[in-house]
């Protein structure tokens, strides 16, 4: 996980900092996804709006155990 101003979070106890954190108004806008030809990776990006500002976002998905979680996310802010 990954936010302006802050080391990338790569443990779940950073990661729940940061998302405390993250303001909870944000507004996301797909702009493109795609998807690995194994079917085991995806990604997601687009515009977000938060406080009236518009940035981009990204976000990289993996399949695990029946279900996708987000492997990466950069969000801009």
Request: glycine share 8%; proline share 1%.
């Amino acid at each position: 996980m990954n936010r302006n101003g802050y080391l990338p979070a790569t443990n779940s106890a950073d990661q729940k900092k940061l998302l405390d954190l993250t303001s909870s108004s944000i507004q996301y806008k797909l702009d493109g996804a795609g998807m690995s030809s194994d079917m085991d990776l995806g990604y997601t990006y687009g515009t977000t709006i938060i406080n009236g500002k518009t940035d981009n976002y990204l976000r990289i998905w993996r399949w695990e155990k029946d279900e996708w979680k987000i492997a990466l996310e950069v969000l801009r802010y």
